[in-house]
């Protein structure tokens, strides 16, 4: 069942995402970690319509999830990709 609610979230450490009052973000029932955001325009701000997530892995097992894996999760978690896209902007 999807939710239509935006999810709150926040970074801790520059790597693990949260989302949903501290549950990790999942995949597949698996917790993922996302270490590095691609594709990231600052000519695009504030939309970042090309952005994906370039490297991430599956918490449990440090597995790397595979590119329709990281296609799914764009589609899954929109704004917390566009947040860490906000992120890359001020490191």
């Known amino acids: ?6 999810p709150w979230f926040s970074i ?7 989302v ?9 029932a698996r ?8 594709g990231v325009d600052y000519k695009d ?3 970042f319509t090309d952005a994906y997530f370039d490297d991430a892995v599956y918490s449990d097992t440090g597995e790397p999830l595979s ?5 799914r999760l764009r589609e899954h978690y ?7 896209c906000y992120d890359t902007m001020t490191e």
Do not use: F, H, I
């Open 1 to 6: 069942m999807t939710s239509n609610l935006r």
């Open 12 to 18: 801790r450490d520059s790597r693990t995402l949260v």
């Open 20 to 28: 949903q009052k501290g549950d990790p973000m999942t995949l597949n």
């Open 31 to 38: 917790p993922v970690t996302v270490k590095k955001v691609g």
């Open 45 to 47: 701000y504030p939309e």
């Open 67 to 71: 590119v329709e894996e990281c296609d």
């Open 78 to 84: 929109a704004d917390v990709l566009l947040e860490m």
